[in-house]
């Protein structure tokens, strides 16, 4: 099960945190990550990080969002340098060894201009 948390209104250029934590059989998470999905828009990738600390990040957040993750349950995406286009449903999302997911309840994130 994952809760996410961190949500809101935020203007341009600003920052925000999210936090995404995992309960239940923690030790088969193998990557945990963020999707958002804008009104119309397809679920799109945002960052993921692996149990031993790789990366990967969509070319549009690069430079701007670091995701990481603390004790394999926690992950934490800080956002810098909002944008206007970043505003989405922000989805917690692990996958366990086998690459099945798991997803949390989104959270909105609204970025004003």
């Known amino acids: 099960q994952l809760q996410a948390s961190g949500g809101g209104l935020v203007q341009a250029g600003g920052s925000l945190r999210l936090s995404c934590a995992a309960s239940?059989?923690?030790?088969?998470?193998?990557?945990m990550g963020w999707y958002r999905q804008a009104p119309g828009n397809q679920r799109e990738l945002v960052a993921t990080?692996?149990?031993?600390?790789?990366t990967n990040y969509a070319d549009s957040v690069k430079g701007r969002f670091t995701i990481s993750r603390d004790n394999n349950k926690n992950t934490v995406l800080q956002m810098n340098s909002l944008k206007p286009e970043d505003t989405a449903v922000y989805y917690c999302n692990c996958r366990n060894y086998a690459g099945v997911p798991s997803w949390g309840q989104g959270t909105q994130l609204t970025v004003s201009s």
């Open positions: 239940g059989n923690i030790f088969l998470i193998n990557t």
């Open positions: 990080i692996t149990r031993d600390g790789r």
